[in-house]
C-alpha cells in the first residue's frame, strides 16, 4: 500500500493498460471506500488524484469523466460514511461507566459536545476535513454521530467533495507531467500529505493562541479580584454608623 502511494502515478498507469476503460471502476472504488468507510482510512486519496490529473493531461483517462465520477465518489462516500454514524454512532458513544476509560472517550457528553461543535464548525470541519489524510474518513462518520443536521451535511459535503476532487485532479494537470515531478514523484507525494495537513496545524494554533487569551483574561480577572481585599470601599477602619 505504501508503494501504490509513493509511485501512484505508476500503478495507475498499469491499471489502465490492464483493465482499460473499467480503471474508473477501480477509481471510483478506492475513493470511495477511502472516504466512506472507517475500516479503509489508508487507502490513498490526494495522490491519487494527482496521478489521475497526471495522466488525463497525457490523454490516458477523460478529464471531464474523471472528475466527475470522482466528485461523485468523493460525494456519496462521505454521505454513506454519515448515514453510518447517524444510524450507529450514538450507540457507539453509548458508555455510562463514570470511572471506567469508555467513559472519557465514548459517552454522550462527548456526543453532545460533538454535536454542538458541528452545528457551529459544522461546514469549516467538513469541508478542511476533506483535505487531510485520514481524518478525512472519520469527519463524516462523527458529524453523523453527532447528529449534524442532514441538509448542512449534504451541502458542506458537495463544496468539499468538488473542491478536493478540483483542485487534487487539477494540479495533477497543471504540473504531474513536470519532468521534475515525474522523476520525484514520491517526494511530491510526501509533499501533498504536509500540505494537506497545513489546515489542520493553522488551526490548532489558532486555538490554541485563543485558549491562552482566554486564560490570560481570567487570571487578570481573579488578580484585579484579590486586589479590592475582604473589606468594604471604605476600608477596615471606616465607620458604616457614622454620618
Not at 11 to 21: R, W
Not at 66 to 80: E, M, P, Q, S, W
Request: proline share 5%; charged share 15%; net charge positive.
Amino acid at each position: 500500500m505504501i508503494d501504490f502511494l509513493l509511485h501512484s502515478d505508476k500503478k495507475l498507469l498499469e491499471l489502465v493498460a490492464a483493465y482499460g476503460p473499467w480503471v474508473y471502476g477501480v477509481l471510483f472504488a478506492i475513493v470511495f471506500a477511502e472516504t466512506g468507510l472507517v475500516v479503509t482510512p489508508f487507502l490513498p486519496g490526494d495522490s491519487l488524484l494527482f496521478a489521475t490529473g497526471a495522466l488525463c493531461a497525457t490523454g490516458s483517462l477523460s478529464t471531464p469523466l474523471a472528475l466527475g465520477l470522482l466528485a461523485l465518489a468523493a460525494f456519496t462516500g462521505n454521505a454513506v460514511n454519515y448515514a453510518i454514524g447517524r444510524t450507529i454512532g450514538p450507540r457507539v458513544f453509548s458508555a455510562s461507566d463514570a470511572s471506567g476509560i469508555s467513559h472519557r472517550l465514548l459517552n454522550r457528553d462527548h456526543l453532545k459536545r460533538a454535536h454542538e461543535f458541528f452545528e457551529q464548525y459544522g461546514g469549516k470541519a467538513v469541508i478542511l476535513g476533506r483535505f487531510v489524510p485520514i481524518v478525512r474518513t472519520f469527519v463524516p462518520f462523527v458529524a453523523g454521530a453527532a447528529q449534524m443536521t442532514s441538509h448542512s451535511f449534504v451541502f458542506f459535503n458537495a463544496i468539499g467533495a468538488a473542491a478536493w476532487v478540483g483542485l487534487c485532479v487539477g494540479a495533477g494537470l497543471l504540473f504531474g507531467n513536470v519532468p521534475a515531478v515525474k522523476e520525484n514523484f514520491s517526494l511530491v507525494t510526501l509533499g501533498i500529505v504536509f500540505v494537506s495537513l497545513l489546515p489542520v496545524i493553522v488551526e490548532l494554533a489558532r486555538s490554541q493562541r485563543a485558549r491562552g487569551i482566554a486564560r490570560s483574561g481570567r487570571s487578570g480577572e481573579s488578580g484585579r479580584s484579590g486586589e479590592s481585599g475582604p473589606y468594604p470601599s471604605g476600608g477596615p477602619g471606616h465607620d458604616r454608623t457614622s454620618s
